[in-house]
Antibody
């Protein structure tokens, strides 16, 4: 069973770069079936999709964050990473990594879903 | 403001049936994109509840069901239980954003 685990600093200073890593276990990140994504949740707010990466390195980002976001993949260590630059207090959130897929039982759907999710890591932007 | 619109809150008593709506756009749900639902229990990560509009992953009780029509989707919970008290999110894709979109979330309170 695939499991994901986020890691990284819990505190980041304003204007600096947030860096997180998601370790994948129980399955290969280089599977052709899945993408890998980052989602965040500010305190007491809803979920926001940040971006997604395929094992080849192909990425897709939320337009609202695109100028500050970079997601990379490390297939040799079965992990992928998030970098968010020029952070402000508005970037304080729980950051989740998740596997994204859109096929099950021989059928593929027109939009993908996220399953499973990591437990999340709280990142606070503060001086 | 989310591309997918959900009511902020719904409530019901044990045993009751409740529904949560998710209204999208013509470039999203209305364009034929499938809708998925997540349950987030307090202090935990979201868990996939419904995929592909109306399919339950293994282990999800059949009290939970989903539907989609036009530019909207709905999650129904029958035989409401105290353990169902959680936040529920819909998710789909939107061609105007070229990516995934989430609803703003609905807090279900079991009275």
């Amino acid at each position: 069973q695939v499991q994901l685990q986020e890691s990284g600093p819990g505190l980041v200073k304003p204007s600096e770069t947030l860096s997180l890593t998601c370790a994948v276990s129980g399955g290969a990140i280089s599977s052709s079936t899945y993408y890998w994504g980052w989602i965040r949740q500010p305190p007491e707010k809803g979920l926001e999709w940040i971006g997604t990466i395929y094992y080849t390195g192909s990425t897709n980002y939320n337009p609202s964050l695109k100028s500050r976001v970079s997601i990379s993949v490390d297939t040799s260590n079965n992990q992928f990473s998030l970098r968010l630059s020029s952070v402000t207090a508005a970037d304080t959130a729980l950051y989740y990594c998740a596997r994204r897929g859109g096929c099950y039982g021989g059928r593929c759907y027109s939009s993908d879903w996220f399953d499973p999710w990591g437990q999340g890591i709280l990142v606070t932007v503060t001086s | 403001q989310s591309v997918l619109t959900q009511p902020p809150s719904v409530s019901g008593t044990p045993g009751q049936r409740v529904t949560i709506s998710c209204t999208g756009t013509s470039s999203g749900i209305g364009a034929g994109y499938d809708v998925h639902w997540y349950q987030q229990l307090p202090g935990t990560a979201p868990k996939l509840l419904i995929y592909g509009n109306n399919n339950r992953p293994s282990g999800v009780p059949d009290r939970f069901s989903g539907s989609k029509s036009g530019t909207s989707a709905s999650l129904a919970i029958t035989g409401l239980q105290a353990e169902d008290e959680a936040d529920y999110y819909c998710q789909s894709s939107d061609s105007s954003l070229s990516g995934s979109v989430f609803g703003g979330g609905t807090r279900l309170t079991v009275l």
